[in-house]
């Protein structure tokens, strides 16, 4: 639809119709390609046979790094050595993370908590393969984009148990991690409200002419919500520079993939959608490293959407709240070591490339890592511990700019009660409220 030129000239605002013509230049117009032609867009191969379209056969799986660690075609090994070497740290970090801070809910040190086993290198080596500015919209299990992004073991404990030194003043759920400076956007807890969010991100930054991606997690089960679906489609009519990582460990919660789709995994309906897609290997560091490489390439040059569903498997729990024991057969939960070693554990193969480069004396410095992420995961749980917590005054804070008075009145009312009965409430475990525009902590700024 292309108004005509009188239109333009008889707007009163003047700036109203510079913001038009900006808009519509920058902005290909999705409804010039509905009506430019009726036999364009109707235009098929005709034939006199009537066939119901089905599957035919599986997508395949790409993959580069082989067990023990053999490249199968060197022209993937695109992968600095500082950076395998930091992600393969990481991965160890990862492992003992999930030892202590799971442990650490068992024991009520902290309320909540996911394991990242065996799926680490979906998050390190995407995240890894992005640029700073990208900006990411994470699900609940991508410990690895937090590291890769500079968050430390302490600023983990800190969000995961709320202490006041937690940036988001203890008003997120544990695992809700956001960052403004790292580009990384609120953790939703409603599965799959992220994805359209990421959607209007990436379009942003086509219609802005910005070089730069969103990034959006998720697993296969959110996958199979209306809002990722909606996102999927939007995506690729508006040409959103967005890119879906898709996590499919094999269950959502406690349902298989087999009984959540018939189809051939999340590639094959992203292809339906007229988005390019591609299947990798989720316990191959390298192959998803160059495939965000890739995919990331492609979006800014066609200025549209792309999806890397990462084929893995949830080596624990879903969550501190569930028990894998109640779905998977006996025979899985017997034989669960045995299990993950023939599926593929990344970690091992990682290592073995790297020794087989000669970049690391992977026999010597494995466990001297493994001790160090295990004692600094337990030495910042100890001073998260020691911690105070914010105080509830801190509720109220960034939910408008400017607090309009039925907050103001609410949060007055609050404070009085706990004066009035200040014996009946641990306020000793809490800090007294601070200016909240002085502190350096917040996650938002309105200045």
């Known amino acids: 639809f292309n108004p005509p030129q009188y239109y333009i000239q008889t707007q009163i605002n003047q700036s109203k119709v510079k913001m038009f013509k900006t808009f519509t230049k920058l902005a290909p117009a999705s409804g010039s390609r509905c009506f430019s032609s009726i036999k364009e867009f109707y235009h ?4 006199p046979e009537m066939i119901f379209r089905k599957p035919e056969g599986k997508i395949p799986c790409f993959r580069v790094l082989e067990e023990g660690g053999k490249v199968v075609d060197p022209k993937w090994e695109t992968l600095s050595k500082e950076d395998a070497i930091k992600m393969y ?5 990862m492992r003992e993370m999930d030892k202590i801070y799971n442990t650490a809910q068992r024991q009520g040190r902290i309320t909540f908590y996911m394991t990242n086993l065996y799926e680490e290198a979906t998050s390190l080596a995407t995240t890894a393969a992005l640029k700073p500015e990208d900006v990411l919209y994470l699900q609940y299990r991508e410990w690895g984009s937090l590291l890769w992004r500079g968050y430390s073991l302490q600023e983990i404990i800190n969000g995961l148990k709320g202490t006041h030194d937690d940036n ?5 759920l544990p695992l809700h991690f956001a960052h403004v400076e ?6 939703s807890a409603t599965l799959g409200t992220q994805v359209p969010h990421a959607v209007g991100a990436g379009y942003t930054y086509r219609v802005q002419g910005l070089d730069k991606i969103c990034a959006v997690y998720s697993g296969e089960g959110a996958a199979s919500e209306g809002d990722a679906n909606v996102a999927l489609n939007f995506a690729a009519t508006l040409k959103a520079q967005t890119l879906f990582m898709i996590r499919n460990n094999c269950y959502a919660i406690s349902v298989p993939s087999n009984e959540q789709y018939a189809g051939d995994g999340i590639t094959g309906r992203a292809i339906g959608f007229g988005i390019p897609a591609i299947r990798v290997d989720g316990h191959d560091p390298i192959a998803i490293y160059n495939a ?3 995919a990331r390439e492609m979006i800014l040059e066609t200025k549209g959407p792309a999806l890397i569903e990462m084929m893995t498997y949830r080596g624990g729990d879903h969550s501190t709240s569930d028990s894998a024991a109640a779905y998977r057969t006996p025979e899985v939960m017997n034989n669960l070591e045995d299990y993950l070693k023939l599926l593929g554990d990344p970690l091992p193969r990682f290592a073995d490339y790297l020794k087989a480069k000669g970049w690391l004396d992977v026999d010597g410095v494995s466990k001297a890592w493994s001790k160090e992420g295990n004692k600094l995961a337990v030495e910042c749980l100890k001073k998260a511990d020691a911690t105070k917590f914010p105080h509830v005054e801190h509720l109220f804070d960034d ?3 400017k ?3 039925s907050l103001q009145e609410q949060k007055e009312e609050l404070l009085e009660h706990l004066k009035r009965h ?3 409430y641990p306020l000793k475990n809490y800090v007294w409220p601070q200016n909240p525009s002085q502190n350096p902590l917040r996650i938002f700024s309105f200045q």
Do not use: C
């Not at 988001?168 to 997120?172: C, P």
């Open 89 to 93: 740290k990481f991965m160890l970090t």
């Open 182 to 187: 790292r580009n990384i956007q609120p953790v």
């Open 168 to 172: 988001t003043m203890g008003r997120a």
């Open 44 to 47: 098929h191969t005709t034939t």
């Open 403 to 405: 607090m309009p008075w």
């Open 292 to 294: 965000t490489l890739k």
């Open 422 to 424: 200040e014996d009946s």
């Open 399 to 401: 939910v408008y700019e």
